[in-house]
């Protein structure tokens, strides 16, 4: 596997999701943005549709809350916490793709008010599992 970019601000999941705890992180209107890492948009290819919670849904950390659907397959998003989710990224309806393009900026997938995090590892932990 080529090389991605982890960003060492977030948190990662073995899902391969990422949540942004870091202090201060929470956007206007509160919560904290969860997204799907550049090391699985790059294994699941053109991303052409996506499935997200909606606005007012409890997740469960752990728990399947939506899919990623790509050209190659499709694939269950994984909540990396336990809260509400406050809101959803809007342009990923008419173009999904952008959760490929960009997916640490503008392909961001939900925020989510955080009641309990879920099991996460910092982007060095998540590069060492994500190795070879």
């Known amino acids: 596997m080529t090389a991605v970019h982890i960003p060492d601000d977030l948190s990662y999941t073995t899902d391969h999701e990422w949540i942004d705890v870091a202090p201060g992180s929470s956007p206007s209107g509160g919560g904290v943005r ?5 090391v699985a948009t790059e294994a699941l290819g ?3 549709f996506v499935d997200l919670p909606a606005v007012g849904t409890d997740l469960t950390a752990g728990e399947v809350c939506g ?4 050209t190659k397959s499709v694939s269950e998003l ?4 336990s809260g509400t989710v406050v809101s959803i990224n809007e342009a990923l309806g008419d173009d999904p793709a952008l959760v490929g393009e960009d997916p640490y900026g503008e392909g961001w997938l939900f925020t989510i ?3 309990a995090l879920g099991e996460v590892l910092d982007a060095s932990g998540y590069r060492a599992a994500n190795e070879g």
């Not at 969860?34 to 550049?38: E, M, R």
């Not at 899919?67 to 790509?70: A, D, G, L, N, R």
């Not at 994984?78 to 916490?81: D, E, G, L, Q, R």
């Open 113 to 115: 008010e955080i009641a």
């Open 78 to 81: 994984v909540s990396p916490a």
């Open 34 to 38: 969860v997204g799907l890492s550049a």
């Open 46 to 48: 053109e991303i052409v």
């Open 67 to 70: 899919e990623i659907e790509s």
